[in-house]
């Protein structure tokens, strides 16, 4: 995983877990806009917006560069050290070449053993990964709260695959249809109200960590999922838009 960088100015940067239900029975710097417009033409004494005769005109301005990152939404989920179980969340969005924060800063719970380091995250080692990554679909026990994501509800039969030795490793199982592998995680737990998909480890590569959410707070520091209050965790779910590519980037201040 990406290094990740440095808050600056007191605002979150650029662009852009296992489980938690057995538990439960759960920056980078900002960057303004690559180039600003340049100062209005001042016209001479006397002169008009067509200018004198034989008044040289200087040209004037050019547009300005669009925001590549315009309209973006970005998390950052922030602890002072990697034993840390509790972290800082903060939503931002893109606007006017400024990430300008719209929700937050909240208390998120994390893994019961902090973060790990980036690129150091194992399946059962009880830590939230470091990294920034997209969000997947968005689920719950409860029906569809009004969020803009694919949004899946949960049965009895549905499962998380977190065994790494089975070929559908960190992927939801319908147990109708596949089996999830070994100790699975039960997705119709209360925990699972509500919660999104964080995309950590999407290559599925065995052993490096599987059902990293985001959901809702069940008391205690989690297996490696992150966790807010239900009221916090639905406004978040609620404002998060697959058309402004929203991240989450979580790790240690560096």
Known sequence: M???????????????????????TP???????????APATRQPAGGTATGRAGASQ?????PALADPLAGHQLITLTAPSYGD??????????????WRRVLGPWTARIGRNGFAPPGQKREGDGRTPSGTFRFGFLFGVLPNPGVQFRYRQSNSYDYW?????????????????ASPGLSPEPMDVW???YGAVIGYNTARTPGLGSAIFLHQ??????????????????RVLRWLDPARSPRIRMGVAT
Not at 11 to 23: E, M, N
Not at 93 to 98: K, Y
């Open 2 to 24: 990406r290094p990740w960088l440095r808050l600056t100015a007191g605002v979150a940067c650029a662009s852009l877990l296992g489980g938690c239900a057995t538990g439960a």
């Open 161 to 177: 695959d977190d065994d790494p030795a089975s070929p559908r490793y960190n992927e939801w199982v319908d147990t109708r249809r």
């Open 27 to 37: 920056l980078a710097g900002s960057t303004r806009a690559a180039s600003t417009p």
């Open 217 to 234: 707070n069940i008391g205690i520091a989690t297996a490696g999922c992150v966790t807010l209050p239900t009221g916090d965790l639905l």
């Open 58 to 62: 200087r040209p004037s301005a050019g």
């Open 191 to 193: 925990a699972y109200d």
């Open 85 to 98: 179980t509790y972290a800082t969340f903060t939503a931002y969005r893109r606007a006017g070449g400024r």
